[in-house]
């Protein structure tokens, strides 16, 4: 899974790295400035590694050494591996990466012939040294991967803070927050209390206005019903029917005739 999560980071870099063809063990020239968080530098050797054997078959064609250099932990099975005995003249012999451990490598000798000869005699122990275009290209992509890995961890230490500073300042921003709804509570308290009171007022003003409109429509009533213009007709007047005899009217009250 590890190996697969690499070799993703590693397609999602910049393809102007990837798509220019290169040299078979030719690192690109690059500034230091630009590995400067993955402790890698470009003029430095990485393909060359010394080795130490601590174990061999019967054959003498499988061999397990031991590097104090870290860096063989990028070797994969099959890769290619030339080494020498150290201080011993003659061409390098080639091996393939057969397992990988911490610490130490399990090489399976392709030749010999190229830097023993078969009366030679092999021990445990022997010191060798190790070259390795393929670990060069590792590293070189190992410290792509270490940047690209920091950049990730920076945003999520970015996140972190930021979760970090709400849980710390939770409690502050709580009150803060209780704090504005309160003033603004109170201030709706305020602003209803105010309105209550104008609709009260505007009541008692009302009643008052609707008693003095009541008062003023009777005496209105009084005044409109005292002006009330009739149209008489005679016509319809029963005294206009009585007939004028012309008998004189007593001035005064005749007496009485009987008495009691």
Not at 122 to 137: D, I, P, T, V, Y
Not at 166 to 183: G, T
Request: net charge positive; glycine share 4%.
């Amino acid at each position: 899974m590890r190996l697969l999560t690499i070799g993703f980071i590693l397609l999602s870099l910049s393809s102007s790295s990837w798509g220019r063809p290169k040299k078979e063990g030719v690192l690109n020239e690059s500034s230091q400035g630009e590995y400067v968080d993955s402790f890698y530098d470009p003029k430095a050797d990485y393909s060359h590694f010394n080795l130490r054997v601590t174990d061999r078959d019967t054959s003498g064609m499988i061999l397990k050494a031991r590097s104090e250099q870290k860096n063989i932990k990028f070797f994969k099975s099959g890769d290619l591996v030339e080494f020498r005995f150290h201080n011993k003249k003659g061409g390098f012999c080639q091996a393939r990466i057969r397992g990988v451990e911490k610490d130490y490598i399990v090489l399976y000798v392709v030749d010999w012939y190229a830097c023993k000869e078969q009366s030679h005699y092999f021990r445990r122990g022997a010191l060798m040294q190790g070259r390795s275009l393929k670990l060069a290209e590792r590293v070189r992509e190992a410290a792509q991967v270490r940047l690209v890995l920091i950049k990730r961890r920076r945003s999520f230490l970015r996140q972190l803070n930021d979760v970090n500073h709400f849980l710390w300042s939770h409690n502050q921003e709580r009150l803060d927050i209780a704090s504005k709804y309160d003033e603004e509570i109170q201030a709706l308290e305020k602003a209803k209390d105010r309105a209550i009171e104008m609709l009260q007022n505007r009541k008692k003003d009302s009643i008052n206005l609707q008693q003095e409109l009541n008062f003023r429509l009777d005496h209105l009533a009084k005044e409109i019903d005292y002006y009330r213009i009739e149209t008489h007709d005679r016509g319809f007047d029963r005294f206009s029917k009585d007939h004028h005899l012309g008998i004189p009217v007593a001035t005064r009250p005749p007496k009485m005739k009987y008495k009691d």
